[in-house]
T-cell receptor, first 113, second 111 residues
Framework: EPEVTQTPSHQVTQMGQEVILRCVPISNHLYFYWYRQILGQKVEFLVSFYNNEISEKSEIFDDQFSVERPDGSNFTLKIRSTKLEDSAMYFC???????????FGQGTRLTVV | DQQVKQNSPSLSVQEGRISILNCDYTNSMFDYFLWYKKYPAEGPTFLISISSIKDKNEDGRFTVFLNKSAKHLSLHIVPSQPGDSAVYFCAARGSGYALNFGKGTSLLVTP
């Protein structure tokens, strides 16, 4: 069964460093998303990406964040200068059409120290 | 702002009985609703969805009911199995791309 894969599973980084979280969405999907879940809190939307551009972003997705689909298969989330409060599980998701279910990856646990 | 609310943080049910998980929403523009199941250290797994033009959708042991006038939906699992023990998230989408999640309900199915 096709699945969304994310790497790495766990990333530890020092405050102020840049991190890139990687995702391979399901191959025939057109819509791509990043969500995050801070420990003990709900899953929060960060950004959606369609047709090679950002289609929607939340207030969390500020100038420190960027997304890219560099080669037609990978979908990355970059955090330019990490802060302690960026520590969370980051989930990539994809969907075939807009009003269909989104399939989530296993997540990357980002720990900023 | 909590647009999607799951007011029960936890629920315990005996194996074979019905599990009912509830979800309320405040945004009348939401028109597509989903339930996800999540195990620790894994991503959310899609279970079942319903669009606002329906009031019920069934898939095997899982049924979702939508009451638009009350802005309420529920997930019924019958019969409950120990493997159903997980955190269940309700999510809703309106005209945009984002899924708005509730905080989740932790379901424990005891043998």
């Amino acid at each position: 069964e096709p699945e969304v894969t994310q790497t790495p599973s766990h990333q530890v980084t020092q405050m102020g460093q840049e991190v890139i979280l990687r995702c391979v969405p399901i191959s025939n999907h057109l819509y791509f998303y990043w969500y995050r879940q801070i420990l003990g809190q709900k899953v929060e939307f960060l950004v959606s990406f369609y047709n090679n551009e950002i289609s929607e972003k939340s207030e969390i997705f500020d100038d420190q964040f960027s997304v890219e689909r560099p080669d037609g298969s990978n979908f990355t989330l970059k955090i330019r200068s990490t802060k302690l409060e960026d520590s969370a599980m980051y989930f990539c998701a994809s969907s075939g059409e807009l009003n269909t279910e989104a399939f989530f990856g296993q997540g990357t646990r980002l720990t900023v120290v | 702002d909590q647009q999607v609310k799951q007011n029960s943080p936890s629920l315990s049910v005996q194996e074979g009985r019905i599990s009912i998980l509830n979800c309320d929403y405040t945004n009348s523009m939401f028109d597509y609703f989903l339930w996800y199941k999540k195990y620790p250290a894994e991503g959310p797994t899609f279970l079942i969805s319903i669009s606002s033009i329906k009031d019920k959708n069934e898939d095997g042991r899982f049924t979702v009911f939508l009451n638009k006038s009350a802005k309420h939906l529920s997930l019924h699992i019958v019969p409950s199995q120990p493997g159903d023990s997980a955190v269940y998230f309700c999510a809703a989408r309106g005209s945009g791309y984002a899924l708005n999640f509730g905080k989740g309900t932790s379901l424990l199915v005891t043998p």
